[in-house]
């Protein structure tokens, strides 16, 4: 199958290495201390062949190290690396988007602790000025990067496995996973926020079949992420805008994009994107902080629990 060629994109690069559903939650099981091949099958219901497809690619990518604990041992352990590590926020504003959006009874249950002594809510808020970043609130131009970049057209299958069969009581944002979780899908959303809204102008800059354009298309209308408007009526054409729920998502696609400005950028040449926040006119760096104390949040400065009951992380 041929390869495409899109604009050079660190949200694309990202999406290229992580953005498939059993990657995704692979991350957070071996992020929950699950890190052999036999508890991951177990948690998440995967089968045994595509686990271990996996596990060999995110291990290509560097986003897990697999080690044997001692030379007696048969089972080898999977675990984060630095890259992988860094991943934190964009997990982070997937619990915020999936606890407004969704009915999550295992989430329910799960409460974020900071190192300040309080129980608070992840924040994405701008480097430079402190306030809440918002979609509508970002400006976009070329960076140095701003080359293009060859992609295969299929990296691996699309699981047709719904996320509800997923079985792990630990898969906190598994709603965010099953929009996310096909990187075409989380493609077009990104577009989306780049004010991209009709067919046409999605398949020029993703230019895949357009049978599986539609697919999608459909798909991110019936999760309530777009909303269809006409704009046109003989023949009807409709237009794909972001609904409330799909807008809610940029924490998360901001988060992604700056993991991938730094661990997915092979030829060194920058950033191909360069964001400014309209609101301070600086350029935007999101960083994510404590709703309470307003300092930014580090992996080992927050304790999960639940029911009030600490949680054992990686």
Not at 144 to 150: E, K, V
Request: glycine share 6%; hydrophobic share 40%; aromatic share 8%.
């Amino acid at each position: 199958m041929p390869d495409i060629i899109t604009r050079a994109s660190s949200i694309n690069r990202a999406l290229d290495q992580i953005g498939d559903k059993w990657c995704l939650l692979i991350i957070q099981e071996v992020f929950w201390g699950i890190n052999s091949f036999n508890e991951m099958m177990d948690a998440m219901g995967v089968s045994r062949g595509v686990l271990s497809n996996r596990l060999q690619w995110l291990q290509e990518v560097g986003c897990l190290r697999r080690e044997t604990e001692s030379e007696g041992a048969r089972r080898p352990r999977y675990h984060l690396t630095a890259k992988s590590i860094e991943l934190y926020d964009a997990a982070l504003m997937a619990i915020n988007w999936e606890r407004k959006w969704f009915s999550n009874p295992e989430l329910d249950r799960v409460e974020l602790v900071h190192s300040c002594g309080n129980s608070f809510v992840p924040e994405m808020r701008c480097l430079d000025c402190d306030r809440l970043v918002l979609a509508d609130e970002v400006t976009y131009a070329p960076g140095p990067g701003a080359t293009r970049d060859i992609r295969e057209k299929k990296v691996r299958r699309r699981s047709s496995i719904s996320i509800d069969a997923v079985r792990s009581q630990r898969a906190l944002y598994k709603n965010l996973i099953n929009i996310v979780g096909d990187r075409w899908t989380a493609n077009l959303v990104a577009l989306a926020f780049h004010r991209l809204d009709r067919f046409d102008e999605f398949h020029r800059e993703l230019p895949v079949a357009t049978n599986i354009l539609s697919d999608r298309l459909k798909f991110l209308v019936d999760e309530g992420v777009f909303e269809q408007v006409p704009y046109q009526q003989r023949p009807v054409r409709h237009a794909y805008h972001l609904t409330d729920r799909g807008r809610d998502l940029f924490p998360w696609f901001l988060a992604l994009l700056q993991w991938g400005d730094k661990w997915c950028d092979p030829q060194q040449h920058g950033k191909p994107m360069l964001l400014t926040h309209s609101v301070c006119g600086q350029p935007l760096h999101g960083e994510v902080r404590c709703s309470e104390c307003r300092q930014p949040v580090r992996a080992h400065e927050v304790m999960f629990t639940r029911d009030g009951e600490e949680l054992q992380t990686a």
